[in-house]
């Protein structure tokens, strides 16, 4: 079982930056964040895989930096300029396995969440 811890959320205007952080109970290899807006689908917004390796989802590509200190078991999301599309619950997840995936289903672990709210 892993645990998972998020923190960082708030609320920003247009253009405003944020860092969420997400601590692990212990190492995972494969994390990714993850976002849901209200009637909306979850959606997959980075993954870092092993020491370096990441993904990003096209809307927030050049955006929003994803990195991990693996000596303290923390996932981060930065985000810049952000946008009123981005205001969602956003999840860190983590899963076995190595695979770069986006499919909410492929990840067995969560966290509670944090509430990332852009104002125009």
């Known amino acids: 079982q892993v645990q998972l811890v998020e923190s960082g959320g708030g609320s920003v205007q247009a253009g405003g930056s944020l860092r969420l952080s997400c601590v692990a109970s212990?190492?995972?290899?494969?994390m990714a964040w993850f976002r849901q807006a209200p009637g909306k689908e979850r959606e997959g917004v980075a993954i870092?895989?092993?020491?370096?390796?990441?993904r990003y989802a096209e809307s927030v590509k050049d955006r929003f930096t994803i990195s991990k200190d693996n000596g303290k078991n923390t996932l981060y999301l930065q985000m810049n300029n952000l946008e009123p599309d981005d205001t969602a619950m956003y999840y860190c997840?983590?899963?076995?396995?190595?695979?770069?995936?986006?499919?909410?289903?492929?990840?067995?672990?969560w966290g509670q969440g944090t509430q990332v709210t852009v104002s125009s």
């Open positions: 212990k190492f995972t290899y494969n």
């Open positions: 997840a983590a899963r076995f396995g190595s695979a770069m995936t986006f499919a909410v289903e492929e990840y067995d672990f």
């Open positions: 870092h895989l092993g020491y370096g390796l990441t």
